[in-house]
């Protein structure tokens, strides 16, 4: 699976957009662009995947560029809550050896 | 649903001890997963299971074993603990649904090794 490249930490207000950038110039034809998030000490938790299109969800938007090689998890408006650590995965359909980087830590300020 | 379950959520071990950390799901996946989270790194991949009767060994697996007799459970052997295995265990599960996955976590166990 290839590996990703993320910042390690960015701030953002509350109630404005959060724009995660994460580097995936490896990825493969067949990967997956996945995004995780893990809130303090609880379970990770899945928040939006795609291929190639950019996709929507009631949590966040996905954009991958044209050759595949970055994509943005975008929080339309951020608050207080989604404080967390961002993971961008890719990997093929079934996830074996997923591998989990250091993420981006989100401090989302009043 | 409950989705994935772990148990215990809290362990101490003194070194040398042994412990299963218990695991499972209720949503019919195929596939399941243990990591490991040391503080402030990410998650590393201990064992994965496709299915019942079948597991691999991910990026660290020296120092646990695995087994899946059921779809529903995937527990996590720690045989002669050493304090090198403190850590957040979480336990995941996942399916192929349109030819992708989404991972879903439990709580996690924190285990502390003294």
């Given amino acids: 699976d290839a590996k990703t490249t993320q910042p390690t930490s960015m701030d953002c207000a509350e109630g404005r957009a959060a724009n995660l950038p994460c580097n995936h110039s490896t990825i493969s034809g067949n990967e997956y662009v996945y995004w995780y998030r893990q809130i303090h000490s609880q379970g990770p938790q899945y928040i939006i995947h795609g291929l190639k299109n950019n996709e929507t969800n009631e949590m966040a938007s996905l954009i991958i560029t044209e050759d595949r090689k970055s994509s943005t998890l975008i929080l339309p408006h951020a608050t207080l ?11 093929l359909s079934g996830g074996f050896k997923t591998i989990f980087g250091a993420g981006t830590r989100l401090f989302v300020k009043a | 649903n409950a989705g994935v379950t772990q148990t215990p959520k809290f362990r101490i071990l003194k070194i040398g001890q042994s412990m299963t950390l218990q695991c499972a799901q209720d949503m019919n996946h195929n596939y399941m997963y243990w990591y490991r989270q040391d503080p402030g790194m990410g998650l590393k991949l201990i064992y994965y299971s496709v ?14 074993n695995v087994s899946r007799s ?4 995937f527990p996590l052997r720690l045989e002669l603990a050493a304090p090198s295995q403190t850590s957040v265990y979480f336990c995941a599960s996942s399916s192929i649904d ?3 996955y989404e991972q879903y976590f439990g709580p996690g166990t924190r285990l502390t090794v003294t």
């Fill in chain 1, 81 to 91: 809550r989604d404080t967390a650590v961002y993971y961008c995965i890719v990997g």
């Fill in chain 2, 51 to 64: 299915g019942a009767g079948i597991t691999d060994k991910g990026e660290v697996p020296n120092g646990y």
């Fill in chain 2, 98 to 100: 349109r030819g992708s």
């Fill in chain 2, 70 to 73: 059921t779809t529903e459970d």
